[in-house]
């Protein structure tokens, strides 16, 4: 196999994602650490030799270079028990995927980001003037997570797949961004079991 290298920040869901889907199918990354908050991620060298839409985290293989943790997830886990066979279920799990890309990483994740790391007294006021909304738009994710798993183990099928690992990155640090995940039961429950499952690390690993 073609060695690994992680291009990322470690405290990013989105990084961790990747980290976590290799710790489950034994797979060794190599890590490569990136400040976001001093502009590493858009220096020329960076641009113009790891990804040229200046973001982590990046899968490179080899040579090449592979954005998006979505993509870098489904790259190294083919083949394997974390995507389903049966059809329908792999794509409800690409669903599960673009859904927490475009509707709950936006605001859980900017949420966690913004307090936990810039700080809310440093944010813009057009930043602030957000947090509400995105609060609001959070809190309506989660409570769609817990209606899904209302009577269901894992979000697809019977076992654990990139669903469960995409969206249990931002979710488990929810708290972070100030949701009081006790509000949402059954998401707590399923956070209990993608953490207890054989090879699971957690993100300050």
Known sequence: ME??????????????KIRLTAAHLGLTLERRGYDIL??????????????????IPVLQIGERFLPESGAACFHLAEGSTL????????????????WEQYNHEPNIATLRFWIAFVGEENL???????????????????????????????????????????????????????FDLARW?????????VAAQPGHIPIDA
């Open 124 to 178: 813009s006021a057009a930043q602030k003037a957000q947090i509400d909304t995105k609060r609001a738009a959070g809190e309506a994710a989660l409570d769609l997570l817990d209606k899904h798993l209302e009577d269901r183990t894992f979000f697809v099928g019977e076992a654990l797949s990139l669903a469960d690992i995409a969206l249990y990155a931002y979710t488990h640090v929810a708290d972070e961004g100030g």
């Open 83 to 98: 995507i389903p066979t049966d059809p329908f279920e792999r794509a409800d799990m690409l669903h599960w995927m673009f």
């Open 38 to 55: 001093s502009g590493a991620t858009r220096t020329a060298e960076f641009l113009a030799s790891v990804n040229a839409n200046g973001r």
């Open 185 to 193: 039961p059954n998401v707590r429950s399923w956070l209990d079991r």
């Open 3 to 16: 060695k690994l290298i992680l291009h990322e920040y470690a405290p990013s869901g989105n990084c961790y």
